[in-house]
């Protein structure tokens, strides 16, 4: 796609125009954003005004300070977790609401017991009551990292680049992302693919300290994970995966209403499951629609490990339930009269009772708490560009 101007003007008499017009319609503007993959330099704010920053937390934010220069021209929302009356601080100069389990209950009423309680899967009220097109969510330990260049990674900047570049599910290009600088389709890709859909969710990875269950922490608790791949791509159709909310971001009005992280935590049997849910109900749903979700870039330095031992009462019945939980996911169908992420939550939270109701009762629980969820974002959600996903 990179011709020149002589060459491309030939195309029509070589190939079909509708396959030449892939070539002019190719997106390049996000990259105009920086051809950079890091930056030391204070950037400019890409979508200031279309994004929200989300953050679950515990304590105070001295984190921000590494993040100050990415994140400070954006708002953010945070999302306290535990005692409502511990003061949690927050650097001075950032734009942001903050809201304890006292604003989640006066807000949302019956319905705040769909948000979880003493579980980073709390964050997903922050979801619920932003008004932006994106979100991208982070955790408190998470900080900035450096590429293998030694210099520091705008990570919102890179996820910005994924979801406002298309995807590629239907088939697989052997360089990655064909949307990216310095790359294209390679040979034998159908041309009447390269258009791509949406981007509905960029999933970003981590250096240092690894995101491994418990029984994996236990028998490898000094692994570290030192590599980093440059590279982006597009989680094929019908391909399920492990999604992490650590170093997540996504298309609100696109797929919001699917990004509802369970119930989890306090007064639950199971924890630690919550963005793995999230992304099993959104791929399931992203699949039926036509859009993408990537995976890669960017990462982030994830500064510590979680106690294995707490970890394991926390997950050790998602052990045993995601042997039920993949299969189920993989055989989940939506039928064609769902045509808004909000019927697409309902018709899976239908099939969790009546399938997965059956391996514990707990998921009668949480296909009800998927409904209320639904309820509650079509409450602080009334426009139909946003309850309709489109």
Known sequence: MHYPKAFSSLLPLFIPSAVACFYSHKTYSVYSLSTTMASTVTPTPILKDELDIVIPTIRNLDFLEMWRPFFQPYHLIIVQDGDPSKVIKVPEGFDYELYNRNDINRILGPKASCISFKDSACRCFGYMVSKKKYVFTIDDDC???????????????????????????????????????????????????????????????????????????????????????????????????????????????????????????????????????????????????????KTGLPYIWHSKASNPFVNLKKEYKGIYWQEELIPFFQAATLPKECTTVQSCYKELAKQVKAKLGKVDDYFNKLADAMLTWIEAWDELNPSGKIANGK
Not at 179 to 195: A, C, H, Q
């Open 143 to 293: 900080f900035v990292a450096k590429d293998p260049s030694g210099n520091d990674i705008n990570a919102l900047e890179q996820h910005i680049k994924n979801l406002l570049s298309p995807s590629t599910p239907f088939f697989f290009n052997t360089l990655y992302d064909p949307y990216r600088e310095g790359t294209d389709f390679v040979r034998g890709y159908p041309f009447s693919l390269r258009e791509g859909v949406p981007t509905a969710v960029s999933h970003g990875l981590w250096l240092n300290i690894p995101d491994y269950d418990a029984p994996t922490q236990l028998v490898k608790p000094r692994e570290r994970n030192t590599r980093f791949v440059d590279a982006v791509l597009t989680i094929p159709k019908g391909t399920l995966f492990p999604m992490c909310g650590m170093n997540l971001a996504f298309d609100r009005e696109l797929i919001g209403p699917a990004m509802y992280f369970g119930l989890m935590g306090d007064g639950q049997p199971i924890g630690r499951y919550d963005d793995m849910w999230a992304g099993w109900c959104m791929k399931v749903i992203c699949d039926h629609m036509g859009w993408g979700v």
